[in-house]
């Protein structure tokens, strides 16, 4: 068999999901026994426009991305999204809730009247809107989650070469977090999105005293309805519960607007 | 009834811990709550428990459990886990660790599971204190006395010492090296048994169906409104399935290497409530609503598993009530709801549960190990059906009835349940096998000569025995002729054994029609046919009939009332030919039918393929259509 050439790509991101690549320490080595690794600005100077995998992390954010993305896919047979940015927008997509005038104005907002905030003079801030990979271009397997897990970009890996379905769940995140033996986040007091959230993380987030923020998005069908009841019976108000579905999950409310 | 001063008992158990040779296990604090978990020292004891967050179970039946690794060379089962003493587990969880060997020594003995029971030295504890939500005082009303646990030792904690109760002669060989233990007084005999009185009283809450009940008042309520209305509330995560010590639904999953050839095939918790639980690999989900699924959950532990073992699975600790975020998975609410909608009388008391001694089992069913099997010839049929004929690798025959299917293993990719598809005997058998998962995609990637493996035959079959003698009516819809071939052949084999022979089949296109050789020789082996597909594209040549199967049944003679119907087909097909048959007046009775489900295990423990009581992989897949009256979820 011959290696398949894989690509890494970022665009609006902050890179720490290639840097989860990296972290698989001595196991990319059999990494590389699979997979040629062509580019990855990350790890390795080379760079090459021939490739038979390209893995994308990072939000699709103006025009020229667009272009890129657009080119990138042309060149690869498999396009994987990886992470939450490239899978719903990341965190970043929060700032679709404005116009990218009033972005501009409230981050630059200690330089009044520079060139930057106007129009479209500059084309690096050229109207920032947020997308997922799989908004602009066909995307054949998605990494989820916030950072991506080392082992389970591995897995995936595996799976892809094997040909088998993606070893990524359809139940929520509670289910790990119960096998785990978790104290409930709502018990202690907490907010948690675990019972609509996409598993396969492992629920590290609650396990080590956090709350799930659905980094790796929904589960395909989410009992939304049932989750804002428990929201509002542990006294959210449904603004607070807005604010805080938005954090990774902005996608669902925009998917949902553009649906009405 | 013995008796050790804590602090003996202390150093009795840190002596365990030193010595090293077995795991000490025993329930600690985990910030306010409590959890079984290894203990470093006696001084991490928390004996005064309420109750822990998962049950003991996960120390017979893991969260993720190595079953078998694989490598190019083969599959092999793990080594046995080390001794394990576990420290505290209180009655309810005994009982529902009694409940476990029930049901996983019942027809087919889970070594998996018996090598952790044989492995394990279980030390009770009498509660001390009681959570909110328990209800197991409720729970004792099943029977009229107290069942007689099945625990090494117990313990009741009279102030500075402990009451010790010995259950076993591997309990009283524990017990053998603790220091200063006596035997106890009449008066603190007396105390414990006091101390087992009061906590049942504690632990009873405002039950108004009594257990004893529940059976009937499910039965009476399978279309009760109450279903959706809570069924709405339910976040569909599963918590109340995990947490519970006798729920014992699991999903078996492949993990290959990195080298993509070794790897573990693991065994881990799955639950019915989530949505997944039912899916077939071509997509169907049997269970697809929420508030069936949220009902099935109540009826599993309340009317199925009570019918086929005879016991309530639910053992009142509670812990689904209080961990539920939304709150609706309290038993004690639930059946408080039903019986507003009028009381059914109570039940006759359930037998005493059997306290089964691990010890005398033979652990060496390999239950899970899928036995080694060539592929001798591999014929690709239509666009994506393709035949297989298999030889087991020791030589013998499969042993197989018609209607009866095997669980296809390639390790690294996993298991898929196939109908056996030759008449019995032979050295070899037949299978075909449409490519729509995993495993049959893989399937289909295979050559002359390559292994698989083969667990099996599972399933109760075609009654040949029975139909003897019998005018035999087929319809196969699509790939139901698969299956039915098996039979089909084994009639045209012994012609003479039976009455009239009509087969129909139809199937979606001229191109789909599987065993289109075979079919010419059937008139001559005294069976007529009608074929027919659903469309036929312009250029293809057909001669049969164009419409659905059930287009064919007044076209043919045949006497219902004398007449068997065997009805093989995709989930949509039962429901159209069933009508159509029941219209020519063939009674139920002499409606025979083959069903489709998630049929992991294979062995009837997994608990994916239930269909209300009954799990197909065991009791079906053939059915007679008048057996299936109370079972709504069947079709």
């Known amino acids: 068999m011959t290696k398949p050439r894989v690509a890494f790509f970022d665009f609006s991101s902050c890179e720490g999901c290639q840097l989860q690549v990296v972290n698989l320490e001595e196991a990319i080595l059999d990494v590389l026994k699979l997979i040629d690794i062509v580019e990855f600005r990350e790890a390795m100077k080379e760079s090459s426009t021939k490739y038979d995998i390209a893995i994308i992390e990072g939000s699709i954010t103006r025009p020229i991305d667009v272009e890129r993305i657009k080119k ?17 927008g990341g965190v970043q997509r929060m700032g679709n ?28 801030f050229a109207q920032p809107r947020h997308r997922a990979v799989d908004e602009i271009v066909k995307v054949d397997a998605t990494i989820p989650g916030c950072p991506i897990d080392s082992n389970e970009f591995a897995r995936i890996l595996i799976a892809l070469l094997q040909g088998k379905k993606l070893p990524i769940p359809d139940y929520p995140v509670c289910v790990e977090c119960k096998k785990n033996e978790n104290i409930c986040v709502f018990e202690i007091g907490g907010f948690c999105m675990g019972p609509i959230a996409r598993a396969g993380c492992g629920a590290p987030c609650p396990t080590h005293g956090g709350e799930c923020e659905a980094c790796r998005g929904y589960v395909d069908h989410p009992h939304t309805q049932a989750h804002n009841e428990v929201l509002k019976k542990y006294g959210l108000t449904p603004e607070q519960i807005m604010n805080r579905k938005t954090m990774y999950t902005y996608r669902y409310v925009e998917e949902a607007k553009g649906g009405e | 009834m013995k008796i050790i001063s804590k602090e003996n008992f202390h150093a009795f158990v840190d ?36 109750v822990t967050i998962l049950s003991p179970k996960k120390y017979f039946m893991p969260q993720f459990e190595t079953m078998m690794a694989f490598d190019s060379t083969g599959v092999k089962k793990p080594a046995p886990a080390k001794q394990k003493v576990i420290i505290g587990i209180h009655p309810y969880d005994i009982l529902a660790i009694m409940q476990m060997d029930k049901y996983f020594f019942d027809t087919n003995v889970d070594d998996a599971y018996l090598q952790k029971r044989k492995n394990t030295t279980i030390i009770g504890m009498i509660p001390k204190n009681v959570s909110e939500k328990a209800f197991y005082g409720n729970m004792s009303q099943l029977f009229d006395s107290q069942p007689e646990l099945a625990f090494d030792l117990m313990l009741a904690d009279l102030g500075n010492k402990y009451a010790i109760m010995v259950g076993s002669e591997k309990g009283k060989a524990i017990l053998a090296k603790a220091q200063n233990v006596t035997e106890a007084t009449p008066e603190e005999a007396q105390q414990v048994q006091q101390m087992q009185k009061d906590v049942q009283q504690k632990a009873t809450r405002d039950l108004k169906a009594s257990p004893r009940a529940w059976h009937d008042l499910l039965a009476a309520n399978y279309n009760s409104a109450v279903w959706k209305e809570q069924g709405d509330k339910c976040l569909g995560c599963g918590t109340c399935t995990l947490v519970c010590p006798t729920c014992f639904c699991y999903d078996v999953k492949d993990e290959v290497n990195l080298d993509l ?53 639910c053992v009142g600790c509670g812990r689904c009530s209080s961990q539920c975020v939304p709150d609706i998975a309290d038993p004690v609410e639930l059946f408080n709801k039903l019986a507003e ?31 080694p099997a060539t592929l001798k010839r591999v014929e690709k049929v239509t666009k994506t059906e393709t035949f297989f004929e298999i030889q087991m690798d020791d030589g013998q025959p499969l042993g197989h009835q018609p209607g009866q299917f095997v669980e296809v293993s390639i390790m690294g990719i996993g298991e898929a349940p196939i109908s056996v598809s030759s008449a019995p005997g032979g050295n070899t058998f037949e299978m075909v096998v449409r490519n729509v998962g995993d495993v049959t995609s893989k399937l289909h990637a295979l050559k002359l000569g390559d292994k698989i493996g083969i667990r099996g035959p599972f399933g109760t079959g075609f009654d040949v025995e029975g139909l003897k003698g019998k ?115 063939v009674p139920e009775q002499n409606i025979i039918v083959s069903l489709e489900r998630r049929m992991k295990c294979g ?21 007679k259509l008048a057996d299936l009256k109370d079972i709504p979820e069947a079709f």
């Not at chain 1, 990138?72 to 990886?82: F, K, N, P, T, V």
């Not at chain 2, 659903?534 to 007449?563: A, S, Y």
């Open chain 2, 341 to 371: 909608g009028g009381m059914v009388p109570d039940g006759p008391a359930f037998e005493q549960p059997a306290k089964i001694d691990v010890a005398t089992i033979s652990d060496t069913t390999n239950l899970y190990i899928p036995r």
């Open chain 2, 603 to 623: 062995v009837g423990k997994c608990g994916h393929c239930q269909m209300n009581g009954i799990y197909v992989c065991k009791e079906g897949p053939v059915f």
């Open chain 2, 471 to 585: 005018n035999l009516l087929f319809v196969a819809g699509g790939l139901g002729i698969v299956p039915m071939r098996s039979l089909i052949n084994h009639v045209l084999n012994s012609r003479n054994d039976y009455g009239k022979v009509q087969i129909l089949y139809g199937c979606k296109e001229p191109c789909e029609l599987l065993f289109g050789n075979e079919i010419k020789a059937w008139p001559d082996k005294g069976a007529e046919h009608l074929l027919t597909v659903d469309k036929c594209p312009e250029g293809e040549c057909w001669e049969g009939g164009i419409g659905v199967v059930g287009t064919l049944i007044p076209k043919i003679q045949f006497n219902p009332q004398d007449t068997m119907a065997i009805v093989v087909g995709p989930p949509i097909f039962y429901r159209f030919v069933i009508a159509d048959l029941k219209k020519m007046d």
């Open chain 1, 97 to 124: 809730k404005w116009t990218p005038e009033e972005n501009k104005a409230e981050v630059y907002k200690r330089h009044p009247g520079s060139e930057i905030t106007k129009g479209d003079a500059n084309p690096y």
């Open chain 1, 72 to 88: 990138i896919r042309e060149r690869a047979s498999i396009l994987i999204a990886m992470g939450a940015c490239a899978h719903l």
């Open chain 2, 15 to 50: 002596s365990l811990i030193q010595e090293g040779s077995m795991n000490i296990e025993g329930v600690k604090a985990k910030e306010e709550k409590f959890v079984f978990g290894p203990l470093d020292s006696a001084k991490e004891l928390r004996l005064d428990y309420d």
């Open chain 2, 261 to 313: 050839t070794s790897g573990t095939r693991i065994r881990t918790w799955d639950g019915c409530l989530l949505r997944d639980f039912t899916k077939v690999a071509p997509g169907e989900i049997f269970r697809e609503k929420i508030e069936d699924r949220y009902r099935h959950r109540f009826n599993r532990k309340g009317q199925y598993l009570p019918d086929m073992l005879g016991f309530v699975a």
